[in-house]
């Protein structure tokens, strides 16, 4: 009996903090989204770039090692191997939003705007914070010659980040062109 008990104390000792941590992650989240929200555009950076760390932890060494590696073909032009790491990375950990996001990049890269369009879809059901997403599929709306449908995903990103780089500049451009149109 006393072996059972002690195994079961050393189980909850090892499961509790496992709980325990999802909120603590889900309050730390929101408390950077609300200082995003009301940053100065000198803070707003290193703001972002706790963020994105953040996004970019899938909670798996792999999935990390797929998304490092995606990331790292990206970056070298290799668009293809890119899109294999990051599908096998959707693959395996399909709610892991940054792994979405960065497949739609990748076929945003390509060209393939449908299947980055999905992705972006994947990536906010996950994380409707994901200002990257938002702005990225509103340059995918300027592409596609949708400026109405650029300027509302352009505006749905500054409301969560105010000092998203190029963004306001974006709007303003914007909605100098659609001036009168219906939107």
């Not at 190029?166 to 914007?174: I, N, P, Q, W, Y």
């Given at each position: 009996?006393?072996a059972r ?13 496992i ?11 929101d ?9 100065t555009?000198e ?10 760390a953040?996004?970019?932890?899938s ?37 892991f ?6 497949r ?7 060209g393939?705007y ?5 992705d ?7 994380n409707?914070?994901?200002?990257g ?5 509103a ?7 949708r ?26 451009r914007?909605?100098?062109?659609t001036?009168?149109?219906e939107?």
């Amino acid at each position: 009996m006393k072996a059972r008990l002690l195994f079961h104390n050393r189980l909850l000792a090892a499961i509790v903090p496992i709980f325990l941590a999802a909120p603590v992650w889900a309050q730390d989240m929101d408390a950077l989204y609300d200082q995003l929200a009301k940053a100065t555009p000198e803070e707003a950076p290193r703001i972002e770039r706790q963020i994105t760390a953040e996004w970019s932890k899938s909670g798996s060494a792999s999935m990390d090692l797929l998304l490092a590696r995606g990331n790292e073909a990206l970056e070298a032009g290799d668009i293809d191997a890119a899109i294999e790491h990051f599908t096998a990375l959707t693959d395996h950990a399909p709610d892991f939003a940054e792994g979405w996001n960065a497949r739609a990049l990748a076929f945003f890269q390509k060209g393939l705007y449908g299947q980055a369009v999905e992705d972006i879809g994947r990536t906010l059901t996950l994380n409707p914070h994901h200002f990257g997403a938002i702005s990225g599929l509103a340059a995918m709306f300027e592409e596609m010659d949708r400026p109405k449908q650029a300027l509302e995903a352009y505006k749905a990103a500054l409301a969560i980040h105010p000092n998203l780089a190029g963004v306001r500049e974006a709007v303003d451009r914007l909605e100098a062109d659609t001036e009168g149109q219906e939107i």
